[in-house]
């Protein structure tokens, strides 16, 4: 394929979609990511595109929202790997919240396989994903269809959650940010995600890399309110992905990477908790997912036995 040819289907892309990962751009067309990198350096030398952490945004600033369809595509198999390792946070017999979204679709598919779970959401596709899990109780939030992402919304959806209290919110978003946090692109969802993770005591987020350092319009859930990110692992050169989960992981974000050191490995760094939750332990170093996992267990343990001499 000819530079020129190659440069207009990444702007058809880009076009399309609003923003696109260089890795999902190599894939399409077909080349390096450092083809592509010199190609969208060019692109935005015209003025036809922004060059955005790791990938290419429409001109302007702040990213527009994509439809499903769009994200549906996107950045497919950083999504599978991210709700594969958020899945491990979720225990038997928890009542938690999810948020709308592409990859918590694919984290309410696996947790259709968590016996007593209780969900809340505001996701038909996460309910549709749980419709037929036997061991899982689905609860929808009241709302008006927002029908680009299949999400309820509005003050329907908001005066639902009210009253409402769980041990985890799983939310999603346009973009992340050390200093701002999550947010979205769309007033109406920003508002509702807001509502869930009010009922949450911890807060669980799941992004790409590719969101790492964009910002978008409206904040949803600020840095410091923030318990746990699940990501993927960013590319070697993408320098602004990287510094963005070094500065998450300084303001006490505990950090979940998947892929990082094996299928379900992740490093992480101490979480911060909400309410009358423990606090987070800092200068601990990084640890793998596996191993918190692990700790988290014989507490529960421990507990258990406690209880039974009690008695």
Same mark, same amino acid.
């Given at each position: 394929?000819?530079?020129?040819?190659?440069?207009?289907?990444?702007?058809?892309?880009?076009?399309?979609?609003?923003?696109?990962?260089?890795?999902?751009?190599?894939?399409?067309?077909?080349?390096?990511?450092?083809?592509? #990198? #010199?190609?969208?350096?060019?692109?935005?030398?015209?003025?036809?595109?922004?060059?955005?952490?790791?990938?290419?945004?429409?001109?302007?600033?702040?990213?527009?929202?994509?439809?499903?369809?769009?994200?549906?595509?996107? /950045?497919?198999? %950083?999504?599978?790997?991210?709700?594969?390792?958020?899945?491990?946070?979720?225990?038997?017999?928890?009542?938690?919240?999810?948020?709308?979204?592409?990859?918590?679709?694919?984290? =309410?598919?696996?947790?259709?396989?968590?016996?007593?779970?209780?969900?809340?959401?505001?996701?038909?596709?996460?309910?549709?994903?749980? /419709?037929? =899990?036997? #061991?899982?109780?689905?609860?929808?939030?009241?709302?008006? *269809? #927002?029908?680009?992402?299949?999400?309820?919304?509005?003050?329907?959806?908001?005066?639902?959650?009210?009253?409402?209290?769980?041990?985890?919110?799983?939310?999603?978003?346009?973009?992340?940010?050390?200093?701002?946090?999550?947010?979205?692109?769309?007033?109406?969802?920003?508002?509702?995600?807001?509502?869930?993770?009010?009922?949450?005591?911890?807060?669980?987020?799941?992004?790409?890399?590719?969101?790492?350092?964009?910002?978008?319009?409206?904040?949803?859930?600020?840095?410091?309110?923030?318990?746990?990110?699940?990501?993927? %692992?960013?590319?070697?050169?993408?320098?602004?992905?990287?510094?963005?989960?070094?500065?998450?992981?300084?303001?006490?974000?505990?950090?979940?990477?998947?892929?990082?050191?094996?299928?379900?490995?992740?490093?992480?760094?101490?979480?911060?908790?909400?309410?009358? *939750?423990?606090?987070?332990?800092?200068?601990?170093?990084?640890?793998? /997912?596996?191993?918190?996992?692990?700790?988290?267990?014989?507490?529960?343990?421990?507990?258990?036995? /406690?209880?039974?001499?009690?008695?």
């Amino acid at each position: 394929m000819f530079a020129a040819e190659r440069r207009q289907l990444i702007l058809e892309m880009v076009r399309a979609n609003g923003a696109v990962s260089l890795r999902e751009l190599a894939r399409v067309v077909q080349t390096s990511e450092v083809t592509v #990198r #010199r190609d969208v350096r060019a692109l935005e030398a015209e003025g036809l595109l922004d060059r955005r952490h790791g990938g290419a945004v429409l001109p302007g600033g702040f990213t527009r929202e994509s439809g499903f369809p769009q994200k549906s595509h996107l /950045a497919t198999a %950083e999504k599978t790997a991210i709700a594969d390792l958020a899945a491990n946070f979720v225990e038997e017999g928890e009542a938690i919240v999810v948020g709308a979204g592409t990859t918590t679709q694919e984290l =309410a598919r696996r947790l259709a396989r968590v016996p007593g779970l209780t969900v809340v959401t505001n996701s038909l596709l996460v309910a549709q994903a749980l /419709a037929h =899990a036997n #061991r899982v109780e689905v609860v929808m939030t009241g709302g008006t *269809l #927002r029908g680009s992402n299949y999400a309820l919304v509005g003050s329907g959806a908001e005066q639902s959650l009210q009253g409402l209290r769980v041990s985890r919110a799983f939310i999603s978003g346009s973009g992340l940010t050390a200093e701002r946090g999550l947010s979205t692109s769309n007033m109406l969802s920003a508002s509702v995600d807001r509502a869930l993770v009010q009922a949450a005591a911890e807060v669980v987020v799941l992004a790409d890399h590719t969101k790492l350092g964009t910002d978008t319009m409206f904040q949803t859930v600020p840095t410091d309110v923030i318990t746990r990110l699940v990501t993927d %692992e960013p590319p070697v050169h993408d320098d602004r992905a990287h510094t963005e989960l070094q500065a998450l992981a300084d303001q006490g974000v505990q950090i979940a990477v998947a892929g990082a050191s094996g299928s379900q490995g992740g490093d992480e760094v101490p979480a911060r908790r909400r309410g009358p *939750l423990p606090g987070p332990r800092r200068g601990q170093g990084l640890r793998s /997912a596996a191993a918190v996992l692990g700790e988290q267990g014989a507490e529960r343990e421990r507990a258990r036995v /406690a209880d039974l001499r009690r008695r």
